[in-house]
C-alpha cells in the first residue's frame, strides 16, 4: 500500500523475496519476516499510481492513484545536545546524554535513538534516562488546531532470540506534549505512544484550563486509551498514524491507526489548554539495566488539517 501522503510502500511477502517496483524500475527486498517496504525520495509531489511484483511473478493489482507528498529528508543533521536540526522542514532540538550511539542517523529519513541507564539530556535529574528530538525548538501547535501526524516506529531486540526486555514503571516513545512555559508548571503529555513492558500502549490526559496541571497537584485525569494485546515485534516497522485536536474542550479529539487499523477512536477533553509540540525518542524512568534501541522514520506533521 502506500502510506500517503508520504510515497512509501509496505507490504509482505516470502522472506528475502526481492520485490521490483513498477514505475520507477526499482527493487527491494523483504526482511527475514517478509515485510518489505519502499520509500522514493526522488519524485516531486504529483498523483501517481505503481504496481509491485515478486520473484514468483506475482504482480499486484496498480494501486489507486494518490496525491502524494514525498517525504522531505533529514537535513542538517547534528548528534550533539542542545543543537537543531530539521525533520521535513521543521527544527528539531536534540536532548540527549550526548554519547555516540544517543542519536544517529542511518539514512536520509531516518533516526535511531538508544539509551543506556544514566543517560540523561543535560537538563534532568538523574531520575530519567533520555534520547529525544523536541519539537518545541520551530515553534507550537495553537490549541484547538487540528494536526496529522504520520511516522515508522521500529524497537530492536534487546535480548537473545530477538526477545524485548522493558522492566521501567513507565516508558514514553513519542507524545504531543504541552508548552510547560506557557502553563508554567511541568507536565506529563497530554497524549503518548509508550511502552507497557513489551506491548505498545496509548495514554492521553486531560485537564480544566483553571487548574493546576503537574502531576502533583493531582487534578490532571488519565486515560488508558489502547494497549496493544500482542508483544511488540522486535525488528518491524510499524506504521503509525495520529489525528488530534488538543483541546480541553468537547471539541477535543483523538484517532491513532497502527499498521491500519485504527485502535483509538476519542472524543472529549485533551490537554491543559495550552499549545503543544510533537516530541519523539526515548524516555523512561532510570533503574532499568536494559539497553533500548528503536528507529523513527519517515515522520509527516500536517498541522491545521486532517487529511484522509
Request: aromatic share 10%; charged share 15%.
Amino acid at each position: 500500500m502506500i502510506m500517503a501522503p508520504a510515497l512509501a510502500f509496505v507490504s509482505i511477502v516470502a522472506a528475502a523475496n526481492t520485490v521490483n517496483i513498477y514505475r520507477e524500475s526499482a527493487t527491494t527486498t523483504a526482511d527475514p519476516n517478509g515485510s518489505w517496504n519502499f520509500v522514493d525520495a526522488s519524485l516531486s509531489d504529483s498523483i501517481r499510481s505503481f504496481t509491485a511484483m515478486d520473484m514468483a511473478g506475482n504482480t499486484s493489482a496498480a494501486l489507486r492513484p494518490v496525491n502524494g507528498t514525498v517525504v522531505p529528508p533529514i537535513a542538517s543533521f547534528s548528534a550533539t545536545p542542545n543543537d537543531v536540526f530539521d525533520i521535513g522542514g521543521a527544527p528539531y532540538r536534540v536532548e540527549t546524554a550526548g554519547q555516540s550511539y544517543s542519536l544517529t542517523k542511518p539514512d536520509a529519513q531516518t533516526l535511531r535513538f538508544e539509551i543506556q541507564p544514566g543517560d540523561h539530556a543535560w537538563f534532568d535529574s538523574g531520575s530519567v534516562d533520555r534520547a529525544e528530538v523536541d519539537g518545541s525548538a520551530g515553534g507550537y501547535i495553537p490549541t484547538g488546531t487540528p494536526v496529522d501526524i504520520r511516522y515508522q516506529f521500529m524497537v530492536e531486540p534487546n535480548g537473545s532470540n530477538g526477545s524485548f526486555t522493558n522492566t521501567a514503571r513507565w516508558f514514553v516513545t513519542a507524545e504531543i506534549h504541552n508548552a510547560d512555559k506557557i502553563s508554567g508548571v511541568s507536565t506529563s503529555p497530554p497524549f503518548a505512544i509508550q511502552l507497557a513492558g513489551d506491548h505498545l500502549q496509548v495514554v492521553a490526559r486531560y485537564c480544566p484550563t483553571d487548574l493546576d496541571p503537574s502531576n502533583d497537584a493531582g487534578k490532571l485525569t488519565m486515560l488508558t486509551l489502547w494497549t496493544d494485546p500482542n508483544p511488540l515485534q522486535t525488528g518491524q516497522y510499524y506504521n503509525i498514524q495520529i489525528q488530534a485536536n488538543v483541546s480541553n474542550t468537547s471539541s477535543g479529539y483523538l484517532d491513532v491507526w497502527v499498521n491500519g487499523i485504527q485502535v483509538v477512536n476519542y472524543h472529549g477533553p485533551l490537554g491543559y489548554g495550552a499549545p503543544t509540540y510533537w516530541e519523539e525518542g526515548l524516555y523512561r524512568n532510570a533503574g532499568p539495566a536494559e539497553t533500548v534501541a528503536a528507529s523513527f522514520r519517515d515522520l509527516i506533521i500536517t498541522i491545521g488539517s486532517t487529511p484522509p
